[in-house]
């Protein structure tokens, strides 16, 4: 068996994390070294390595990751709007191979990102 990713511990309660909405389907966790005032990462409990796992039949629950995002994104009282970002593979920086979407808000972000 696949050894578990770092959210998969969390999601299993084999480590700790801030969990800020869990769901049948994904949980919302504080990210443990924030890049905004709000920062918090979106996870399927399905273990998805990347983006370039994904299938068709997934194509739901990414939705689902975005709508349970604009109902944190309102939570977390982030007016002024926020950030989205799947990160995928090395040159995107992404560390962790199970996916997650991240949020950010609470400040004004530049564009392009680095
Ligand atoms: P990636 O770079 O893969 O898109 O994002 C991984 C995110 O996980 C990073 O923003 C990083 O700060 C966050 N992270 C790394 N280790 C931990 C941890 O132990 N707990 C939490 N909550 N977030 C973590």
Redesign the pocket.
Same mark, same amino acid.
């Given at each position: 068996m696949a050894e578990k990713t !770092?959210f998969q511990k $969390?999601m299993d309660g084999e !480590?700790d994390?801030?969990i800020v909405y869990e769901d049948e389907q994904c949980v919302v !966790?504080?990210? $443990?070294?924030?890049?905004a005032p709000t920062?918090v !990462?979106v996870v399927p409990r399905k273990p998805i390595p990347s983006l370039n796992d994904l299938t068709e039949e997934d194509e739901a629950l990414v939705g689902h990751l975005f709508v349970v995002a604009k109902k944190i994104a309102a939570a977390e009282g982030l007016d002024g709007g926020y950030r989205t970002?799947? +990160?995928c593979g090395p040159d995107? +920086?992404?560390?962790?191979p199970h996916i997650?979407l991240?949020v950010l808000g609470g400040r004004r972000m530049g564009w392009p990102p680095g």
């Open positions: !770092l $969390i !480590l994390g801030d !966790l504080r990210d $443990i070294n924030p890049q920062h !990462l970002v799947f +990160n995107a +920086n992404q560390t962790v997650h991240h």
